[in-house]
């Protein structure tokens, strides 16, 4: 039992060390394992089970917009990147080589995609010809890989899971419409589904996508005080269309480029959610997005009826639309109830002899471990209550905490003293000029998270520079 003990009690305390107990959580909860592939993780049945979910629900979302899924190659050729200019030199340092195939070395080599826009723009040269072939709003769910230098598990390996979507439009307005559409849907998945509140907003010049006229994010912030940058969205403008030869015949006959978005998000998300949600017991989820809403757990279960009582009522729970298992293993239920509570099982139910004979059970929320006894017969409908009602808590909760840690400065001396001493983001004026950008990074340690939609007026100066002030600006510490 000693051993038993450990296994789930040796979790650092995010107080004592943050980076620990995150990497304790993704490991005692069995989201991944390391590999003999440095710098790539394997995502275990529970990791995998979260992103089909997040896989589920944002697919359906895009489907909602006319978006169609397809697969490009995993290759690229250095000749198709190279047409690009700055989408290479953004890329470049990151770039995985493939230099041979078998035994004979390539003609020409090829790199694992860092990510599709050359691959797109080489397909739609070909398959858009008329105004009539668009738009096109396209999709697809792959790996990438990115020679990162320093990796965590899913904030930052070297391959990980995403989708990219790819669209080209008739006209600039389409493509800048199709850009905030996809942001919004980001947006709205974060706060509805995974509960995480976001702040939306353009990025600066210097943080856009290599290549892209206009990069839009969705930035929400960690327990710890750091941004995470948690889906992005980018107007390419027509200027892929041009590197590429994308050209169309509109109605008036004439040729003309076409206007393309891309927009993504990733594995990253599953760290969002433990570092957003979870304690020092581990995972929180968000019941909209947990593999299993509903853990069983039977007392006494040896004797008789206690577990046909609990397949009973798994059954009825199952039916009701809820995502059920039973816990039947011979664990003691101290165990199995901090195993729940390590792996972030929204509630756990409760039943014993005792219970039984009296027609109720011990319903437990994982978030605040609120114990509410509830009538068996009743489970059906009282459990999707208690699931909506975390699920609403859990989102109002980390609103409240990104609140409670977004600072205002209005100088450069109370932006180093919040930098320095109060973790979160930071609200302050920007003169729009790259030299007082840099400078914040140097200086204070933080890089601008966005330009958010909700423009407020701090002051009218810089508070870099003290020139004129053109935009309010997110700053931040960030993954």
């Not at 439009?169 to 980001?186: F, G, K, P």
């Not at 409760?350 to 978030?367: C, L, N, S, T």
């Amino acid at each position: 039992m000693a051993k038993e003990k450990k296994l789930v009690e040796a979790i650092t305390s995010m107080d004592e060390d943050f980076a620990q107990w995150y990497t304790d959580v993704v490991k005692k909860a069995e989201l991944i394992d390391y590999t003999s592939v440095k710098g790539c993780m394997a995502i275990k049945p529970a990791g995998y089970a979260i992103w089909e979910n997040i896989q589920h629900e944002l697919d359906r979302r895009f489907k909602e917009t006319g978006v169609q899924n397809v697969y490009m190659p995993m290759l690229i050729p250095e000749s198709l990147l190279q047409k690009e200019k700055d989408h290479v030199e953004g890329f470049a340092p990151e770039v995985a080589w493939v230099t041979h195939g078998g035994l004979e070395p390539l003609q020409e080599r090829m790199c694992v995609r860092p990510t599709s826009e050359t691959l797109f723009c080489d397909f739609y040269s070909r398959d858009i010809h008329s105004y009539r072939d668009l738009p096109k709003v396209y999709n697809q769910w792959c790996s990438v890989m990115r020679w990162e230098k320093t990796t965590r598990p899913f904030l930052r390996s070297r391959e990980f899971l995403w989708q990219e979507g790819h669209t080209a439009h008739a006209t600039a307005e389409e493509a800048e419409a199709r850009t905030i559409q996809m942001l919004n849907v980001y947006a709205d998945f974060c706060e509805e589904v995974l509960a995480i509140p976001v702040v939306k907003g353009r990025k600066t010049d210097k943080e856009k996508f290599a290549g892209a006229e206009a990069t839009y994010t969705i930035e929400s912030l960690m327990h710890d005080g750091k941004a995470l940058q948690s889906g992005t969205s980018h107007n390419f403008g027509d200027g892929f269309a041009k590197a590429y030869d994308i050209q169309f015949t509109d109605r008036d006959n004439k040729l003309k480029y076409v206007h393309q978005t891309s927009w993504g998000m990733t594995t990253r998300m599953i760290g969002a959610i433990i570092m957003v949600h979870g304690d020092n017991s581990g995972l929180v989820l968000p019941p909209r997005i947990a593999p299993v809403q509903v853990d069983i757990i039977p007392i006494q279960q040896k004797k008789a009826g206690i577990l046909e009582k609990a397949a009973e009522v798994e059954a009825t729970l199952k039916a009701a639309g809820l995502r059920v298992k039973t816990d039947d293993t011979d664990r003691s239920p101290g165990w199995k109830f901090s195993e729940q509570e390590m792996r972030g099982i929204p509630v756990r139910v409760e039943m014993g002899p005792k219970d039984i004979e009296a027609g109720q059970a011990v319903v437990v929320r994982r978030d605040t471990r609120e114990k509410i006894t509830v009538a068996i017969d009743e489970l059906a409908a009282e459990l999707p209550k208690i699931l909506d009602s975390m699920q609403k808590d859990m989102l109002e909760r980390a609103r409240k905490h990104r609140d409670a840690h977004t600072y205002v400065a209005h100088n450069m001396e109370e932006l180093k003293d919040i930098a320095d001493n109060k973790p979160g983001f930071i609200k302050a004026m920007w003169c729009g000029e790259r030299e007082c950008e840099d400078k914040l990074k140097e200086d204070a340690g933080i890089t601008s998270r966005c330009m958010p939609f909700e423009q407020e007026t701090i002051s009218d100066v810089c508070v870099c520079c003290g020139k004129p002030a053109k935009k309010m600006v997110y700053w931040g510490k960030a993954y």
